[in-house]
């Protein structure tokens, strides 16, 4: 349930692992505390000239239960760092004046409650940031003017001040909305402040907004700097977000218009470098939870054309390429996440990026690329490619410290599924791997659904290379509705899902026992999220498991529909409203709950207790449906709000409890 992924010292109940450290100048294997040391790299932004990447860097600080970040500069030729700020909280998106003399970023301004998130520029001939922007409420993103003069920015209305029985008297209308909501949130809307900070003027405003939070959308100003472009929803509330449109605002005016290029869903606006043209995400079936292709427009003239309609893939425009001819655009290929070069006309060229899975990706205007991305034996680095080359080359080594553990080896496995389907996943498996013995197999089902595993480090946190230490074979599959192997493949869940999925990976664990060196006693199955809806729909229809991990799962489809933030998926993926009595068997015969009283494997349960997106009473139900049928289980609550744990601490206690269920019921 999370396409859009992807961290309690409080839970006693988290399982520390034994570690046996070795003599020195021996490798060991990985465990929990290496986890640790992992550097996060995100947001690359490559300067004009090509010469120097900005690059976000993140460490946990388990002290304080945070994450640190801070803004690093690396040198191309070299490969050289120097960090570019200094204890600054929540640093983020780094971007680049249009002549390269300026960085802005994003960072927290103030301290404790009154902290805001603001928009900050930093000269890059010396001197201290300036913060430009004085919003009451946090920036969300922000673009530089083609002039490098001004920025505008995305910041929420202030909440209107109540006073005297007002400030009790606030009750809201429910629609759509998720069911921990408190109060409705505020529109969000742009404005332009001076690059040189002080004078912030609001450009748009009314009942609607720009989206927000994790649905937010990539925003652009036009060459001639007439226009900015975002993509606009009718209200604030998430579950609209399937309803959100590309717009353009006149700056001298404020006076928007829809751009109108194609009916329904469309976001993730990108002027063309003339400015004649828009590069744009629509969708194919109506709805932005199933594939979206990259499209582009005449600005003059609005009609969508489908340039991606041959790559066949679930993709997003990144960047034009410097020369106007064409997009460069990323998304799930098979194992690994690709980069293409999208001409306007005419098929995609595939960028070799030798076998590192992209997370960031940016262009310079000599046609260099820079990149953070990972292997499933190095966490996220930063990578370049040369103009006119197809060599991929590494510039920094902020992870050496995992990458030089003995780790285990990652490797994409293909099936054909019963009904036709070519179909794949990857295979973690142990150090010292020796195919003539029997080894546990354990599934970690992806989320999404619509999503994919990948060779990367970090696709389920680490934890592949954790369980393979253990002496296990990890098993993430592909199954239908994963979004790297084309429309069709996606297409295939509509009506089946949980069903689908479930047929294919029971199809792709017989094929990974046709190796020959699983031990076919001791198989566990997990997953958070849409995993965990695959994981609790896999035990009420097989018994081949000797463990099982369900985090966030969807148990209740109709649950789902009536409590979460993302209702449009649901009904994507099911057809219509489960209290229409056409589309109500679907949601019964797809729900695990229904099958719950066949479970007989001992079953992990996990949640946070703040989940928006796949809310708890499922979890409660599924639990109690175990319980009741006297199935081994055990059930703990991370006391978090969001869909999975998003501090250092809450991510390592949930990860033991799952890993330490494995120990203990794959002996």
């Known amino acids: 349930m999370d396409r859009m992924v992807r961290r309690s010292s409080a839970l006693a109940l988290g399982m520390a692992l034994a570690c046996t450290w070795p003599h020195p100048g021996v490798a060991r294997t990985i465990d929990f505390p290496d986890l640790r040391t992992e550097v996060g790299v995100s947001t690359p932004a490559i300067s004009p000239d090509g010469k120097s990447i900005a690059v976000v860097v993140s460490k946990a600080d388990f002290d304080k239960d945070m994450y ?89 209305d202030p909440a209107p001040k109540l006073t005297g029985n007002a400030k009790y008297d606030n009750p809201f209308r429910v629609t759509d909305n998720d069911f921990l909501m408190r109060h409705v949130a505020q529109p969000a809307h742009l404005w332009i402040v001076s690059a040189a900070g002080g004078d912030d003027k609001r450009l748009t405003s009314g009942s609607w907004s720009l989206p927000q939070g994790q649905f937010g959308e990539n925003i652009d100003w036009s060459p001639d700097g007439k226009w900015i472009a975002f993509q606009m929803v009718p209200d604030t509330v998430n579950a609209d977000f399937d309803k959100g449109t590309i717009a353009l605002v006149d700056v001298a005016t404020g006076k928007v218009r829809p751009f109108g290029a194609n009916p329904g869903w469309s976001g993730n606006p990108v002027f063309s470098p003339d400015g004649t043209m828009l ?130 080896k990652v490797a994409p496995f293909t099936w054909t599924s019963s009904d036709g389907y070519a179909e794949d996943g990857v295979l973690t498996y142990p150090p010292n791997f020796d195919p003539a013995k029997k080894y546990p197999l354990v599934l970690m089902i992806h989320g999404g659904p619509i999503a994919a595993s990948t060779e990367t480090f970090d696709d389920y946190l680490g934890l592949q290379q954790i369980a393979a230490a253990h002496g296990w074979v990890v098993f993430e599959p592909n199954y239908r509705g994963s979004d790297n192997s084309g429309d069709a493949f996606i297409q295939a869940i509509v009506g089946h899902a949980a069903s689908g999925p479930g047929k294919d990976n029971l199809e792709g664990v017989a094929a990974v026992e046709k190796l020959g060196f699983v031990d076919t006693s001791r198989i566990g199955v997990s997953g958070w999220s849409g995993g965990g809806l695959a994981t609790t729909w896999l035990v009420g229809h097989s018994h081949i498991w000797k463990a099982a991990v ?87 609550m991370a006391p978090r709000y969001g869909h999975f744990p998003s501090d250092p601490a809450g991510t390592e206690a949930i990860t033991k409890l799952w890993i330490g269920w494995f120990e203990d019921h794959l002996k």
């Open 68 to 156: 640190v970040y801070q803004l690093m500069l690396v040198d191309v030729a070299t490969g050289s760092q120097r960090a570019l700020t200094q204890d600054r909280d929540d640093v983020n998106s780094p971007a680049w004046s249009p002549n390269g003399d300026r960085i802005a970023f994003i960072a927290a301004n103030g301290t404790g409650d009154d902290a805001t998130e603001q928009v900050y520029v930093m000269p890059m001939n010396g001197g201290d940031p300036i913060a430009a922007s004085t919003s009451k409420t946090d920036v969300q993103q922000f673009v530089w003017s083609p002039d490098g003069t001004r920025i505008a920015y995305v910041a929420a």
């Open 279 to 408: 590069a744009f995400d629509l969708t194919l079936h109506g709805t932005p939870y199933l594939q979206t292709e990259a499209a582009v427009s005449p600005i003059a003239n609005p009609a969508a054309s489908h340039v991606t309609a041959v790559l066949d893939r679930n993709v997003s425009p990144v960047a034009w390429s410097p020369d106007g001819k064409g997009i460069l655009v990323a998304g799930d290929d098979k194992t690994q996440t690709a980069l293409w070069l999208q001409p306007l006309t005419g098929s995609a060229t595939h960028i070799d990026l030798g076998g590192v899975s992209i997370s960031g990706a940016t262009i310079a205007k000599d046609g260099g690329i820079a990149l953070s991305g990972e292997t499933g034996t190095r966490p996220a680095e930063v990578y370049y490619i040369a103009p006119h080359s197809t060599v991929v080359k590494r510039l920094t080594d902020f992870n050496h410290a995992i990458a030089n553990l003995d780790l285990g």
């Open 550 to 636: 369900a985090g966030a799962a969807v148990t209740n489809w109709i649950d789902e529909y009536s409590l979460s933030d993302v209702q449009g998926l649901t009904t994507a993926l099911l057809g219509g409203s489960p209290f229409d009595p056409k589309y109500r068997p679907e949601y019964l015969a797809e729900s695990p709950i229904t099958f719950s009283r066949d479970v007989t494997t001992p079953t992990l349960v996990l949640s946070d207790t703040g989940d928006y997106r796949v809310p708890t009473p499922q979890a409660f139900e599924f639990y109690h449906a175990l319980k009741d049928n006297h199935v081994d289980t055990r059930f703990v």
